[in-house]
């Protein structure tokens, strides 16, 4: 089963696709869609453009994307949450499912604690997955999205039924 993760973000949406089969899971892709315009509308347009490319060629069958992390900054966090909604439209007009999972059991998945920094989950992916090049953080970040989706219920044998089905 194709799996990509979806890390969003306004200027820098990172992307990550592994092919799941059983309990092995395989590299297929990583990047980073950069938003382009001055206007939100034209930025946001920009990440569903490229996002959208990206799934037309890797055609994933589940999708997992980042809940938002609400800070103290409440414009930035409507903003992202705007990518997010992007993030999660993009799949969803494919007939992908997406899941959702929360910052912290990413990185418990991955890392093993909730806590990590960025390089800790670079560091995880890449020896989950030898020898790939990691496009960046947002993109390691991705990955470790997929992941978690693969450990969680995402590429479970009931999932790859239905994800069958509707292909």
Request: charged share 15%; proline share 4%.
């Amino acid at each position: 089963m194709r799996v990509i993760g979806i890390d969003p973000g306004l200027r820098n949406l990172g992307w990550g696709v592994i092919d799941v089969t059983g309990n092995r899971m395989t590299h297929v892709a990583n990047g980073v869609c950069h938003s382009l315009g001055d206007d939100l509308a034209q930025r946001l347009l920009s990440l569903h453009t490229q996002l959208s490319e990206v799934i037309a060629t890797y055609r994933p069958v589940a999708a997992a994307v980042e809940q938002t992390f609400v800070n103290k900054d409440g414009a930035g966090t409507l903003k992202l949450g705007q990518a997010r909604g992007i993030a999660m439209l993009v799949p969803a007009q494919a007939g992908i499912p997406v899941g959702e999972y929360a910052p912290n059991k990413i990185k418990k998945t991955v890392v093993g604690v909730g806590h990590a920094d960025k390089i800790q989950v670079a560091h995880m992916v890449k020896m989950q997955m030898p020898g790939i090049e990691i496009a960046g953080p947002d993109a390691a970040d991705a990955l470790a999205i997929a992941i978690c989706h693969a450990h969680h219920g995402g590429a479970s044998a009931l999932s790859v039924a239905v994800a069958k089905a509707r292909a």
